[in-house]
């Protein structure tokens, strides 16, 4: 253990196993430790680091906005929130934007939000359906929206007004609805919960039965989002509109910045309702405007959907190969491994010693989630780790 890392468990609560790296330096896909060992990161800062380590564009427009103007607070207008809140509404469905600073504060906002709704348009409902094995943060009030047992029971009570119902059943949400229900939150595709992707018709379906019902769809786009699934959001590839969508992650490559996007109608917010002294800050504006804009104007998402689907490919030939190998899934560059026994934290340590960080999303599942300006050439890297890795995980069994 390095000093550094003696010096952390000293100070640090202990809230995450580490892996016994101390990262000090990044580029692109790649990261070095304090030895200088470089490592092919396939974890891009748990799906953040849409443009890679210190992308450029992000970096120039950082450093300059820092010798600007870093923050003001949301009492006066910052021309980089307004130019990244025109940038997000010309390119979803979506009108109107809040900024604030991360995933769960984007969804505590986005529930208020429809909370003020149900208040105002829909004789007081309050409740949110919500799915089983989803993530929507760790503030008490998305624990209860997260529908993970293990991780509520700690905290017990919590904020009541959240059920949690089965993912990819329509029938479950629709039981679930009453006339004290203001809104439906999803994640369209579940991250956390170990890459679960919906059933073809189920957004569909929930869509559908929003409408009908005159309730809110609020899609969490926090780790689908910003070009992940390849295309820009991943509500593009269902046919689908949300009423209220939640940013956070890959919206500004590295640099804390989170968002809610309504549609006009929704946007029922009056000034006091809501608000945040950080929430879309120039600096984090400015990263989050380089980043949208190198997304959308270098067609990032479409290279996200091209090597997405080379590398599920080649994992799926993994799998004819080992056959403790049970499932590969995902969607762009979010992808997992699962295998036939909770041996995913040895795979990743394995992986680690030979140079390549991965993610071990469940006890038997590994997930992929590199920035999504990877290469074929270096997708091949990583799989040449991998296969090393499980031959001699094979070979052990
Ligand atoms: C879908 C989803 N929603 C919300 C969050 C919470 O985001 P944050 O950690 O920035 O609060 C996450 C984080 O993993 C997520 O994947």
Same mark, same amino acid.
């Given at each position: 253990?390095?000093?550094?890392?003696?010096?952390?468990?000293?100070?640090?609560?202990?809230?995450?196993? !580490?892996?016994?790296?101390?990262?000090?330096?990044?580029?692109?896909?790649?990261?070095?430790?304090?030895?200088?060992?470089?490592?092919?990161?396939?974890?891009?800062?748990?799906?953040?680091?849409s443009l890679g380590?210190?992308h450029?564009?992000v970096?120039?427009?950082?450093?300059?906005?820092?010798?600007?103007?870093?923050?003001?607070?949301?009492?006066?207008?910052?021309?980089?929130?307004? !130019?990244?809140?025109?940038?997000?509404?010309?390119?979803?469905?979506?009108?109107?934007?809040?900024?604030?600073?991360?995933?769960?504060?984007?969804?505590?906002?986005?529930?208020?939000?429809?909370?003020?709704?149900?208040?105002? +348009?829909?004789?007081?409902?309050?409740?949110?359906? =919500?799915?089983?094995?989803?993530?929507?943060?760790?503030?008490?009030?998305? =624990?209860?929206?997260?529908?993970?047992?293990?991780?509520?029971?700690?905290?017990?009570?919590?904020?009541?007004?959240?059920?949690?119902?089965?993912?990819?059943? @329509?029938?479950?949400?629709?039981?679930?609805?009453?006339?004290?229900?203001?809104?439906?939150?999803?994640?369209?595709?579940?991250?956390?919960?170990?890459?679960?992707?919906?059933?073809?018709?189920?957004?569909?379906?929930?869509?559908?039965?929003?409408?009908?019902?005159?309730?809110?769809?609020?899609?969490?786009?926090?780790?689908?989002?910003?070009?992940?699934?390849?295309?820009?959001?991943?509500?593009?590839?269902?046919?689908?509109?949300?009423?209220?969508?939640?940013?956070?992650?890959?919206?500004?490559s590295?640099?804390?910045?989170?968002?809610?996007?309504?549609?006009?109608?929704?946007?029922?917010?009056?000034?006091?309702?809501?608000?945040?002294?950080?929430?879309?800050?120039?600096?984090?504006?400015?990263?989050?405007?380089?980043t949208?804009?190198f997304?959308?104007?270098?067609? @990032?998402?479409?290279?996200?959907?091209?090597?997405?689907?080379?590398?599920? +490919?080649?994992?799926?030939?993994?799998?004819?190969?080992?056959?403790?190998?049970?499932?590969?899934?995902?969607?762009?560059?979010?992808?997992?491994?699962?295998?036939?026994?909770?041996?995913?934290?040895?795979?990743?340590?394995?992986?680690?010693?030979?140079?390549?960080?991965?993610?071990?999303?469940?006890?038997?599942?590994?997930?992929?989630?590199?920035?999504?300006i990877?290469?074929?050439?270096?997708?091949?890297?990583?799989?040449?780790?991998?296969? +090393?890795?499980?031959?001699?995980?094979?070979?052990?069994?």
């Amino acid at each position: 253990m390095s000093k550094w890392q003696e010096l952390a468990n000293q100070y640090f609560m202990n809230t995450v196993v !580490r892996v016994p790296v101390t990262l000090v330096r990044g580029e692109g896909a790649r990261v070095w430790d304090e030895d200088g060992k470089e490592y092919l990161d396939f974890v891009g800062g748990w799906a953040v680091n849409s443009l890679g380590h210190c992308h450029p564009a992000v970096a120039e427009a950082v450093t300059e906005q820092a010798r600007t103007l870093i923050q003001t607070s949301n009492q006066f207008y910052t021309i980089p929130q307004i !130019r990244l809140a025109e940038l997000l509404a010309q390119n979803s469905c979506l009108h109107k934007v809040f900024f604030c600073n991360s995933g769960a504060e984007a969804n505590e906002g986005a529930v208020k939000l429809a909370r003020r709704y149900g208040k105002l +348009k829909l004789n007081g409902a309050y409740e949110v359906v =919500t799915t089983l094995n989803s993530f929507h943060g760790r503030t008490l009030a998305m =624990t209860a929206a997260t529908g993970q047992p293990k991780s509520q029971e700690p905290y017990l009570p919590l904020p009541t007004g959240f059920i949690n119902v089965e993912y990819n059943n @329509i029938e479950a949400i629709k039981a679930a609805t009453t006339n004290q229900t203001c809104a439906v939150m999803l994640e369209p595709l579940q991250g956390e919960g170990g890459v679960n992707l919906p059933s073809d018709s189920y957004l569909r379906a929930v869509r559908d039965w929003c409408d009908q019902k005159g309730i809110l769809l609020i899609l969490d786009e926090i780790q689908t989002g910003i070009g992940r699934l390849g295309t820009l959001f991943a509500y593009e590839q269902y046919g689908i509109e949300p009423d209220i969508m939640t940013l956070a992650k890959g919206l500004a490559s590295g640099v804390p910045l989170g968002a809610i996007l309504a549609k006009e109608k929704v946007s029922v917010f009056i000034p006091g309702d809501h608000g945040s002294t950080f929430g879309g800050n120039p600096l984090a504006c400015a990263a989050g405007y380089a980043t949208v804009k190198f997304i959308i104007d270098y067609d @990032i998402a479409g290279n996200a959907k091209r090597v997405g689907q080379y590398l599920l +490919k080649e994992l799926a030939d993994l799998k004819h190969k080992f056959q403790f190998i049970t499932d590969v899934r995902g969607c762009g560059l979010l992808v997992a491994l699962e295998f036939n026994s909770d041996i995913a934290q040895s795979a990743l340590m394995a992986c680690f010693d030979r140079g390549l960080l991965v993610n071990r999303v469940k006890p038997n599942a590994l997930r992929f989630m590199p920035p999504l300006i990877i290469g074929k050439k270096e997708v091949d890297e990583a799989l040449y780790i991998l296969e +090393k890795v499980l031959s001699s995980m094979a070979t052990k069994a």
